[in-house]
Antibody
Framework: EVQLMESGGDLVQPGGSLRLSCAASGFPFSNYWMHWVRQVPGKGLERVANIKQDGREKYYVDSVKGRFTISRDNAKKSLFLEMNSLRVDDTGVYFC??????????????WGQGTLVTVSS | EIVLTQSPGTLSLSPGERATLSCRPSQSVASSFLAWYQQKPGQAPRLLIYDGSTRATGIPDRFSGSGSGTDFTLTISRLEPEDFAVYYCHQYGSPLWTFGLGTKVEIK
């Protein structure tokens, strides 16, 4: 069974930092693109970042470029999101997701339960 | 970046009725790389339809997707009580995923 479990969400002040983790199990982690998607409570979904199987391609939404870094450890089957210079509008539930197939053109088919990041003074 | 416009914002219907949801990308979505999700409060999105019209594993056949290019539709043929939720469209034709703002299907 595919399982994704996020952790690391917390209450942090503007300008602060957090590191989110996503532990994967039940599938060959190194074969899949992985994604971070966030959702402001009561609002829609927004892709934050994604990373290729070998970690050599990474893409970010414009609003987090230069502040967030996505990475992965295939040996430990883990996905990470390093978040710096956090802003109030970074508040939301952060989901990690795996594509339906190993192709880069694959919708998010498996999602974790999400971890809440709250940026507030 | 491809912007996905969903309509209507809210759909008020009764159980047993047909629901028709629209998603219009700002530019053509390559090879119908468009998906639909259902999301209920406190839960992660659930994949319903991908590649424009293919039902994901375990999805009932009352859900169907159609369309191509810049005009896609999700149809729920007969609403069941568990279908009242928010529905999002999603394009994955590039690593720069985008999502629509959602259509809420509520009980009338």
């Amino acid at each position: 069974e595919v399982q994704l479990m996020e952790s690391g969400g917390d209450l942090v002040q503007p300008g602060g930092s957090l590191r989110l983790s996503c532990a994967a199990s039940g599938f060959p982690f190194s074969n899949y693109w992985m994604h971070w998607v966030r959702q402001v409570p009561g609002k829609g979904l927004e892709r934050v970042a994604n990373i290729k199987q070998d970690g050599r391609e990474k893409y970010y939404v414009d609003s987090v470029k230069g502040r967030f870094t996505i990475s992965r450890d295939n040996a430990k089957k883990s996905l990470f999101l390093e978040m710096n210079s956090l802003r109030v509008d970074d508040t939301g539930v952060y989901f990690c997701a795996r594509g339906l197939s190993t192709s880069r053109f694959s919708p998010g088919a498996f999602w974790g339960q999400g971890t809440l990041v709250t940026v507030s003074s | 970046e491809i912007v996905l416009t969903q309509s209507p914002g809210t759909l008020s219907l009764s159980p047993g009725e047909r629901a028709t949801l629209s998603c219009r990308p700002s530019q053509s979505v390559a090879s119908s790389f468009l998906a639909w999700y259902q999301q209920k409060p406190g839960q992660a999105p659930r994949l319903l339809i991908y590649d424009g019209s293919t039902r994901a594993t375990g999805i009932p056949d009352r859900f169907s997707g159609s369309g191509s290019g810049t005009d896609f539709t999700l149809t729920i043929s007969r609403l069941e009580p568990e279908d009242f939720a928010v529905y999002y469209c999603h394009q994955y034709g590039s690593p720069l995923w985008t999502f629509g703002l959602g259509t809420k299907v509520e009980i009338k």
